[in-house]
C-alpha cells in the first residue's frame, strides 16, 4: 500500500486491521472499513477496467451504487463467482479476489482497444446498420460480437450459496439513512409507528457524516458532530428497527417493495459459509418515506473519462471517510459551489489542490469565500477543453469561456494534475418515486426533476426532493414528515444552523470546445461508451422520442442505468431539438434500483422446492419397479416399465400387446375427480356437456365433451351417476384445475340459481385401472361377490363394493377399446389394491403399462386427447365426433358458437387416420403434410397429432388433422420430411376393432 | 402488487387472486335466436380502457368466489369491490 495515500486522523476505518485481497492475481492490502474502491485507490490504482465499445482504460469514478466503470468480477469460483459488480459497493474483506472486466488479455494490455483507433467507424447503432445484411449471415456475425461483446463472466455451475426471502409489514418505511431520513425515522418512531429505516451502506448517516466544515454547523456542533448525536440515540426507540446493507430495489403500486439485504459478503471468505448471503425482504408499508438522497453529475467534455477524472464529491469522501487521497495535486472543475467543499477537505488534509476551474463568474458564497481565504487557486468563466494521459490523466487544458458560453476563447492554459474532480451539479435520486408510478415536474433554475404528484401514500424529504442546502434539508424534511404522519413533533424546532447557500447557478449540458465535435470525443455514458456525438447524430438521423434516442444510442442502457449520463443526454437533446426539458420527460426508470443477483430473486425456490411435485398413492411401486416417468402438469406419472435393456420402444410395444393379449393394469389416480352433488346437479351437467344428461340412469357412467364457449374443445372425460343428485366427473390428468375453475365460474356468475356443489376429490381417491380379456377373471378373484356378467355389470356402469371389507367404487369402463375395470378406492388403500391386482393377475401375466401404452392403445381405437389430438381450435364436428351433440339440448356452453360461418365451413381441419404406404415407417408427431411435393410453396394442408407403432395391427398408424380431411378418406398424401417424402393414405380413426367386439369380450 | 379487498375475506395480496377480464357481460339467455354478429359480440368484443374499468377477479387461492372490481388501469387504483349480482357501487 502506498502509505503516503493515506491520511491517518480517520474514525471511519479501522487502521490496525489490515486486510489483505487479490486484484487481478496481485496481492494488495487494504484495512477493515474500506470498499474494494477505496482500497485500490489507496494503492495508487484508478484504472480497473476497458469501456465498453472502444477498450478505453476506464478509472474508478464514484463511491457508491452509480459507478459507472469500475465494474468488477468477484471470485473465481464457476459456482459464486459475480461479475458486474460494483469496487464502489464491494467491503473488503480477507480473501476477496477480483478482476477487470472486458479486457484481454489484461486491463493494461487490451487487445480490443484498437476499437479506440477505429471509432470513428464505430458511431452509435453501429452494429444495427451493418450487421443487418444479409439476413442469413447474422449466424457468423452473431458468433463474433458475443465473443467481443459482454461485460465479465456467468458462474457456469450451480451457486452454492443459501438465499433467503422474507415478508415484512410497517406503519412507515423510510429509505435512506442519510441526515433527512434519520430525522424522518425518529419522527415517525416516537410516535409510536411501527418505523422501519433502510440503507445501502454499512452504516447510517449519509454525506453528512463526514461533513465537518464550518459552512456547515448546527447548534454550534459540526453537523457531523451533531448527525453522529442524532444516530447514537435512535438505538432506545423501540418502534424503529433499522437495516444496514439493504438496498431497496423496486417499489411498487400499493407500497410494496423488495430490499435487498446483504448479510455475508462482507464476511471474511471462512466466515461466509454456511450462512444466507443475501436476503430479499418483501415490504408492505403503510406509509413511505423516501430520503434517497441525490447524486453529483460529470461534467460533459473532451477526454472526460479518463482514469484519475472522479466526481468531486467521491474524492471528498475518499478523503474524508475512507482516509485517502485520490492523488497527491488535484484540479477540480465544477458549475456549483460543492466542489469548494471537496477542495477545503481536501486543502485540511494536506493535499495539494491545483485550481478550481468554475465555468460561473465570481460568486461569493460562504463557501466560496473560505476556499478563497485558504488560498485555493479559482478560475472563473472557465472550461476544461482537455485532458491527457492514457492509463492515468497526467494534465488538463482550459480555457476562458465567452461571454454566452457557446465557444471557449482566449489563451489555452496547461495544468498538470494525477487526478481531475468535477461537479455538474445534483440530481435527485428520483428512480423510486416513478417506479412506483410517481409523476416528475422540471424545476428549471437548478435542471433537475422533482417528485410531483403520487397515487400512493408516499412523500420524498431533503435532496431527493430537491433541497440541497442543510438548513432546508433539515427545515422541509421535518415539516414533510409531520404533515404526512399526521403528528406535529417538534424536537428539531428552534436548531441554529449556519449553511453555506448557493447564490449564483450556471449549467452547460456539453461544454463547448476549441476543435469541432467531430474530433472530440466526450463522454455521456461511461459504461456503455456513448458520446454527446452519438446522441446528436442519432436526432440528425431523425430520431425525435427519447426512449428511441436511449435505445439506438445505448446511452443509460449499461448496467448503471444510466445513473450518471440520463440527464445530460436529456440535455442535450433538448437542447438540440429546441425543447424544454420539461416537455421532454424523462426515460421510464425500472427495476430493479441496482442489479440483483438470480439468487436473492429465486430465494430458496431452486431444485426441488422449484415447483409442487404430486405423486400418486401408488408412486413407489413404479419407482420399486424401476418405472420411467414423465411429467404431466405437476403430476409424476409412469411413463413406461422397462424390462433388463429394454428401451422405450420395446418396453411400450411388449406394454401394448400384453393389455390386449391378456392383462394390463395402469395408475389412473391421475385423472382429475370432481365429486357434484345438488338438486340440479343433471341440468348443470346438460349446460357443461354438449351430450344429454337427465336421463342417465343411476349407477350408469357417460363420455362427454366439455366446450369453451367458443365452440372449441376443452376438455372430456367419463361421469358417473352415483345416485339421483350425485356424480363424480373425471377430466383429464391436466385440466382437473382448470375445468373446476370454469364450472365454478359459471355457477357462481351465470347460473347462480342452480342448485349444484363441486368439490374436487381428485387426491381423496386413487384410481386402479385393469383392462384386457382377463381383467373380469382378475376382478372376479378380488371382489368375489360383485356379480360382473354382462347384464348385472354391463359396460359404461358403476357399482360400490367391498375389498376387504373397504368401501371402493369399480367403473366398467375403457380408454383402451379392451373389457375394463377402473376400482376407485381411498388413497390411502391404493397402493395394496394396487398390489392385489397384481398378485391376483400374475397367472394372467398382469403387465404393468404407463402413459405411453395408455396413448397408444387409446389411438389404435381413434380415441382422442384432449390437448394432443386437440389444440382449441377443433370443434367437436372437427373431431368427427358429431354424435356427442345434443341438437335438441336448448343451450350448453359453446352451442352457439358451432353454426358461426367459421365454424360450419367444410375446409377447417379435421381429424382423420393415416396410414403410411410402408407399414413399418413411424411418422413423426407434428409433422406437416402436403398434397403434392412439386410447387413451391407448398400447401400445408394439416400434421400429425399422435403417431405409434401398433404392435397389435403389425403395422405403423397416426391421428393427424388435414384440411377438408373428411371428405378425403382414401386419398393420398406426403409428410414431407428434411431427408424424403413419405406417403401415407388417410384413413378412418378407428385402426382396430370398429365393432366394439373386444369391450364384451 | 395490489392490496384487494375480497368481499368476502377482506384485504389480501394479489398473488392470491385471479383476474378474469371484463366485468357485467352477461351471457345471452337466448343465444341460439342471435345472428353471428350478437353472438361475436358477446364472445370476443371487449374495451380494455385505459381508465376506470369494471373487471370480474377471482380469489383463486382463498375462497374461490368470484367478485367484481371497479379498477383504473391507468394507475391501478382500486376504486371498489362488490359481489357479483350487485349493482356497481360506481358509474
Not at chain 1, 478505453?56 to 464457476?78: L, Y
Not at chain 1, 397416426?958 to 409428410?975: D, E, H, P, Y
Request: aromatic share 10%.
Amino acid at each position: 500500500m502506498s502509505k503516503n495515500l493515506r491520511i491517518t486522523n480517520n474514525k471511519f476505518i479501522d487502521q490496525t486491521t489490515k486486510i489483505s485481497f487479490k486484484f487481478d492475481g496481485k496481492t494488495l492490502y487494504g484495512f477493515k472499513g474500506d470498499t474494494l474502491a477505496s482500497a485500490l485507490l489507496a494503492n495508487n490504482i484508478h484504472l480497473v477496467g476497458r469501456s465498453f465499445k472502444y477498450h478505453r482504460p476506464r478509472g474508478i469514478m464514484a463511491c457508491g451504487s452509480e459507478e459507472p466503470n469500475a465494474i468488477v468480477q468477484v471470485g473465481n469460483d464457476a459456482s459464486i463467482t459475480e461479475p458486474n459488480t460494483r469496487a464502489t459497493e464491494i467491503e473488503l474483506y480477507e480473501g476477496l479476489e477480483a478482476s477487470s472486466q472486458n479486457c484481454w488479455p489484461s486491463v493494461n494490455f487490451d487487445i480490443g482497444a484498437v476499437n479506440n483507433f477505429f471509432s470513428p467507424l464505430i458511431p452509435a447503432a453501429f452494429y444495427y446498420k451493418t450487421f443487418m445484411w444479409p439476413a442469413n449471415f447474422w449466424k457468423l456475425y452473431e458468433y463474433f460480437i458475443r465473443k467481443s461483446a459482454g461485460l465479465g463472466k456467468s458462474p457456469t455451475e450451480p451457486d452454492k450459496d443459501i438465499y433467503d426471502h422474507r415478508y415484512l409489514h410497517c406503519d412507515v418505511l423510510v429509505v435512506g439513512g442519510g441526515i433527512s431520513g434519520i430525522m424522518a425515522a425518529k419522527v415517525a418512531a416516537k410516535s409510536n409507528l411501527n418505523t422501519v429505516l433502510i440503507d445501502d451502506k454499512n452504516n447510517l448517516g449519509g454525506t453528512t457524516l463526514f461533513q465537518k466544515n464550518e459552512c456547515f454547523k448546527i447548534n454550534s456542533f459540526y453537523s457531523n458532530d451533531w448527525l453522529r448525536k442524532e444516530i447514537e440515540t435512535l438505538n432506545s426507540l423501540k418502534n424503529l428497527t433499522i437495516k444496514t446493507r439493504t438496498s431497496l430495489a423496486a417499489y411498487h403500486s400499493y407500497n410494496y417493495l423488495l430490499a435487498r439485504e446483504n448479510l455475508t459478503d462482507h464476511l471474511d471468505l471462512n466466515e461466509k459459509r454456511d450462512k444466507i448471503r443475501q436476503r430479499l425482504w418483501k415490504i408492505r408499508a403503510k406509509k413511505v418515506i423516501i430520503a434517497t438522497g441525490a447524486m453529483e453529475r460529470p461534467l460533459i467534455f473532451s477526454n472526460n473519462d479518463r482514469p484519475g477524472i472522479m466526481l468531486s464529491s467521491s474524492i471528498k469522501k475518499y478523503i474524508d471517510y475512507y482516509g485517502v487521497k485520490c492523488g497527491q495535486k488535484i484540479s477540480l472543475f465544477t458549475n456549483n459551489d460543492s466542489a469548494y467543499e471537496t477542495a477545503i477537505s481536501l486543502n485540511n488534509s494536506g493535499v495539494i489542490v491545483n485550481s478550481v476551474i468554475d465555468i460561473r463568474n465570481k460568486t461569493n458564497s460562504l463557501i466560496v469565500k473560505q476556499a478563497e481565504k485558504l488560498g485555493i487557486k479559482i478560475y472563473w468563466k472557465s472550461s476544461v477543453v482537455n485532458t491527457s494521459g492514457y492509463k492515468k490523466i497526467n494534465s488538463i487544458e482550459f480555457m476562458k469561456l465567452s461571454d454566452d458560453a457557446t465557444t471557449v476563447i482566449g489563451k489555452k492554459i496547461k495544468e498538470k494534475c494525477d487526478c481531475l474532480g468535477i461537479s455538474g451539479g445534483w440530481t435527485p435520486r428520483v428512480h423510486l418515486f416513478t417506479q412506483s408510478g410517481g409523476k416528475l415536474k422540471f424545476r428549471d433554475v437548478d435542471n433537475v426533476f422533482l417528485p410531483d404528484k403520487s397515487e400512493l401514500d408516499q412523500i420524498s424529504i431533503g435532496s431527493c426532493n430537491g433541497d440541497f442546502e442543510l438548513d432546508d434539508v433539515i427545515k422541509n424534511s421535518v415539516n414533510l414528515t409531520n404533515k404526512f404522519l399526521k403528528i406535529n413533533n417538534n424536537d428539531y424546532e428552534n436548531l441554529e444552523i449556519i449553511s453555506s447557500k448557493e447564490i449564483d447557478k450556471k449549467n452547460i449540458w456539453l461544454l463547448p470546445s476549441d476543435k469541432p465535435l467531430g474530433k472530440t470525443k466526450q463522454f455521456l455514458d461511461f459504461q456503455n461508451d456513448s458520446t454527446a456525438n452519438d446522441v446528436k447524430l442519432a436526432l440528425r438521423e431523425g430520431f425525435k422520442s427519447i426512449e428511441h434516442v436511449k435505445r439506438y444510442t445505448t446511452t443509460g442502457m449499461a448496467t448503471d442505468q444510466g445513473k450518471l449520463s440520463n440527464m445530460h443526454a436529456l440535455g442535450i437533446i433538448a437542447e438540440t431539438a429546441g425543447v424544454k426539458m420539461g416537455e421532454l420527460g424523462t426515460t421510464t426508470f425500472r427495476p430493479p434500483y441496482t442489479p440483483l443477483t438470480f439468487g436473492t430473486i429465486v430465494g430458496r425456490n431452486v431444485g426441488e422446492f422449484f415447483d409442487t411435485t404430486r405423486k400418486t398413492p401408488i408412486h413407489e411401486w413404479h419407482v420399486e419397479n424401476k418405472a420411467e416417468f414423465e411429467n404431466v402438469g405437476q403430476w409424476k406419472r409412469a411413463w413406461y416399465y422397462p424390462i433388463g435393456n429394454e428401451n422405450m420402444h420395446e418396453a411400450v410395444q411388449r406394454e401394448s400387446k400384453a393389455a390386449r393379449d391378456s392383462a394390463g393394469i395402469l395408475d389412473a389416480s391421475t385423472l382429475g375427480k370432481i365429486d357434484i352433488q345438488g338438486s340440479d346437479a343433471s341440468e348443470f351437467l346438460n349446460r357443461i356437456y354438449t351430450n344429454a344428461w337427465s336421463k342417465l340412469e343411476i349407477g350408469k357412467c357417460r363420455y362427454g365433451l366439455m366446450l369453451n364457449e367458443d365452440g372449441m374443445v376443452y376438455d372430456d372425460g367419463v361421469t358417473t351417476r352415483l345416485s339421483e343428485n350425485h356424480y363424480l366427473m373425471t377430466t383429464t390428468t391436466g385440466g382437473a384445475a382448470n375445468v373446476l375453475s370454469k364450472m365454478e365460474d359459471y355457477l357462481q356468475t351465470e347460473w347462480p340459481e342452480l342448485d349444484v356443489y363441486l368439490t374436487s376429490v381428485t387426491d381423496h381417491y386413487g384410481t386402479v385401472s385393469i383392462c384386457g380379456p382377463n381383467s373380469k377373471r382378475i376382478l372376479t378373484k378380488i371382489i368375489p361377490d360383485l356379480d360382473l356378467s354382462d347384464k348385472e355389470f354391463p359396460h359404461m356402469s358403476f357399482k360400490n363394493a367391498l375389498i376387504d371389507n373397504i368401501k371402493c367404487r369399480v367403473m366398467r369402463i375403457s380408454f383402451t377399446g379392451e373389457h375394463s375395470y377402473e376400482i376407485n378406492i381411498q388413497s390411502s388403500y391404493a397402493k395394496s389394491v394396487w398390489e392385489k391386482c397384481f398378485e391376483a393377475g400374475k397367472e394372467f401375466n398382469i403387465t404393468p403399462y404407463g402413459t405411453e401404452t395408455m396413448h397408444l392403445l387409446r389411438a389404435e381405437k381413434g380415441f382422442i386427447i384432449a390437448g394432443q389430438d386437440t389444440d382449441g381450435t377443433m370443434t367437436p364436428v372437427d373431431l368427427q365426433m358429431d354424435w356427442i351433440i345434443n341438437k335438441k339440448k336448448y343451450d350448453f356452453i359453446g352451442k352457439r358458437s358451432l353454426y358461426r360461418s367459421d365454424t360450419i365451413r367444410e375446409d377447417r381441419k379435421q381429424l382423420v387416420g393415416l396410414l403410411t404406404d410402408d407399414p413399418n415407417e413411424i411418422l413423426e408427431e407434428g409433422a406437416q403434410i402436403v398434397s403434392e411435393t412439386n410447387s413451391q410453396p407448398v400447401e400445408m394442408l394439416g400434421h400429425v397429432t399422435s403417431s405409434y407403432y401398433s404392435p397389435n395391427l403389425n403395422k405403423s398408424i397416426a391421428l393427424a388433422v388435414v384440411k377438408n380431411g373428411k371428405k378425403l378418406k382414401g386419398q393420398k398424401m406426403f409428410v414431407p420430411m428434411k431427408d424424403k417424402n413419405i406417403s401415407v393414405t388417410i384413413t378412418d380413426t378407428v385402426f382396430l376393432d370398429k365393432e366394439n367386439k373386444r369391450l364384451n369380450a | 402488487m395490489f392490496l384487494i379487498n375480497c368481499p368476502y375475506c377482506g384485504e389480501r395480496d394479489q398473488s392470491e387472486f385471479s383476474a378474469g377480464g371484463e366485468a357485467h357481460i352477461v351471457r345471452p339467455k337466448q343465444p341460439t335466436e342471435l345472428s353471428d354478429d350478437q353472438w361475436a359480440e358477446f364472445l370476443f368484443m371487449r374495451k380494455n380502457i385505459k381508465g376506470v374499468q369494471f373487471e370480474r377477479w377471482n380469489h383463486a387461492h382463498g375462497c374461490r368466489k368470484w367478485f367484481n372490481m371497479v379498477r383504473d388501469t391507468s394507475n391501478d387504483k382500486i376504486h371498489a369491490v362488490y359481489k357479483m349480482g350487485e349493482k356497481p357501487p360506481i358509474k
